[in-house]
């Protein structure tokens, strides 16, 4: 990657005082060896574990750091912020430690566990609104009312205070390690984190190789450095909420561009498959943005062989209403549940015949949905199957033809899924 000239970058110095700042709120969180994914990988694989945070994420050290170097008066005039949740928590708490007045703004289909979360937090001192349907809109209604108010607004990620004070997990975990560190891998969302922790291993662990990590779905770093510049994307998935960012910002990128070895994507999909995993193997809680890191493995598999490998842990606020929704994902993605349209002769014995001789002796009707129509010969039905392996669809598929109960195939047709089911 060509060296470009920044505009800002991080000195240890100020990271090194963003870490006094932050030394009686932030917790020094575990560099904790993880036995599973190791011996997946044959590495040496550590979490750092951000997620057992006060706020249950590494959010808390850039808010609290940025609201430290306020003034009195800035203060008194009462601060803003927009956030999916996990910056919001943080602004939340370092509101209620310094008695400062917060209005945040978080996007509407913010799940309600991160709501609850900001509001115990900040207590009196925090009051919540609900704007638009992403980050990026609610920033945009969060700017207009800082403009209007007089306040001083609390950005996510671009902002030199909010990157040092991120930067203090690089100094612990350089601190913790009992060897060299060959890979790190940190979610990107805004940039923060990344911007923050690769700006102290250039310098002081510069063999030290950070691999940036995004959501297929918002791959808003990896589009801007292919276009040389923090780039708007129209479109993203919301799904990986604490990562889903329209864009990243200026300062990030530009030190993101000097300090990255390189830039993954990894499907919601196989993201929904490392949530379950980590519940079922280690009991350990994440959302979606905290299982990036380890989701993104799997395509460095031959190179971190043998290797000191560390994956940011960035958060667990993950709604427990969700795992019906992470399940189904985690299902879709390992080729396990399928859906279809399926079209059942009006006449009885039907439905068994396509149990019968259609499923498999390990196939299982998950998803059935139907509707008897007088007027017609043939009903359609929406029904879903889950699979005992991936590779019985095959057989499931042809049986279905054969016997003529096939119409369509609904798993590469999201919309129209979403719809039905």
């Keep these: 990657m060509n060296i470009q000239p920044t505009t800002y970058f991080p000195s240890l110095d100020d990271v090194k005082h963003a870490a006094e700042r932050l030394k009686h709120i932030v917790y020094k969180t575990p560099l904790a060896v993880n036995r599973t994914t190791s011996e997946l990988y044959e590495a040496n694989i550590f979490f750092k574990r951000e997620d057992l945070q006060q706020v249950r994420s590494y959010k808390i050290r850039g808010a609290y750091n940025k609201m430290a170097t306020l003034n009195q008066a800035e203060r008194a005039q009462g601060v803003v912020c927009a956030s999916a949740g996990n910056h919001a928590q943080g602004v939340a708490l370092a509101c209620n430690k310094m008695e400062v007045k917060s209005t945040i703004f978080m996007p509407t289909p913010t799940p309600g566990q991160k709501l609850d979360q900001v509001k115990m937090f900040g207590g009196e001192f925090v009051e919540v609104v609900l704007a638009g349907d992403t980050f990026d809109e609610a920033k945009e209604a969060a700017l207009k009312y800082c403009n209007e108010q007089g306040a001083v607004f609390i950005h996510p990620f671009d902002d030199p205070k909010i990157i040092e004070g991120q930067a203090t997990i690089a100094l612990e975990i350089l601190e913790q390690a009992q060897q060299p560190i060959d890979y790190i891998f940190v979610p990107i969302g805004g940039g923060g984190l990344a911007a923050g922790l690769s700006s102290v291993f250039k310098q002081l662990s510069p063999n030290t190789k950070?691999?940036?990590?995004?959501?297929?779905?918002?791959?808003?770093?990896?589009?801007?450095?292919?276009?040389?510049?923090?780039?708007?994307?129209?479109?993203?998935?919301?799904?990986?909420?604490?990562?889903?960012?329209?864009?990243?910002?200026?300062?990030?990128?530009?030190?993101?561009?000097?300090?990255?070895?390189?830039?993954?994507?990894?499907?919601?999909?196989?993201?929904?498959?490392?949530?379950?995993?980590?519940?079922?193997?280690?009991?350990?809680?994440?959302?979606?943005?905290?299982?990036?890191?380890?989701?993104?493995?799997?395509?460095?598999?031959?190179?971190?062989?043998?290797?000191?490998?560390?994956?940011?842990?960035?958060?667990?606020?993950?709604?427990?209403?969700?795992?019906?929704?992470?399940?189904?994902?985690?299902?879709?993605?390992?080729?396990?549940?399928?859906?279809?349209?399926?079209?059942?002769?009006?006449?009885?014995?039907?439905?068994?015949?396509?149990?019968?001789?259609?499923?498999?002796?390990?196939?299982?009707?998950?998803?059935?949905?139907?509707?008897?129509?007088?007027?017609?010969?043939?009903?359609?039905?929406?029904?879903?199957?889950?699979?005992?392996?991936?590779?019985?669809?095959?057989?499931?598929?042809?049986?279905m033809k054969n016997l003529g109960f096939y119409v369509d195939y609904l798993n590469d047709k999201p919309h129209l899924l979403n719809l039905l089911v």
């Design 210 to 399: 950070i691999i940036g990590v995004e959501p297929t779905g918002a791959p808003s770093m990896k589009k801007a450095l292919e276009a040389g510049q923090a780039t708007h994307l129209e479109r993203i998935n919301k799904f990986v909420d604490g990562a889903a960012v329209q864009k990243v910002g200026d300062y990030t990128f530009d030190i993101c561009r000097n300090t990255l070895h390189d830039m993954l994507l990894v499907d919601e999909g196989l993201i929904c498959q490392v949530i379950l995993s980590l519940y079922n193997k280690d009991a350990i809680v994440v959302e979606p943005a905290g299982a990036l890191s380890i989701g993104a493995l799997a395509q460095y598999a031959e190179k971190i062989k043998g290797k000191n490998v560390v994956c940011i842990i960035s958060g667990s606020n993950n709604d427990i209403t969700r795992m019906e929704e992470i399940k189904e994902g985690a299902l879709l993605y390992a080729g396990l549940k399928h859906y279809f349209l399926v079209k059942f002769p009006q006449r009885p014995g039907a439905l068994r015949e396509f149990v019968m001789n259609v499923l498999g002796p390990t196939d299982d009707i998950a998803h059935f949905e139907y509707t008897k129509k007088n007027s017609k010969e043939k009903g359609t039905a929406v029904v879903g199957i889950e699979l005992k392996t991936a590779s019985d669809y095959d057989a499931l598929l042809s049986n």
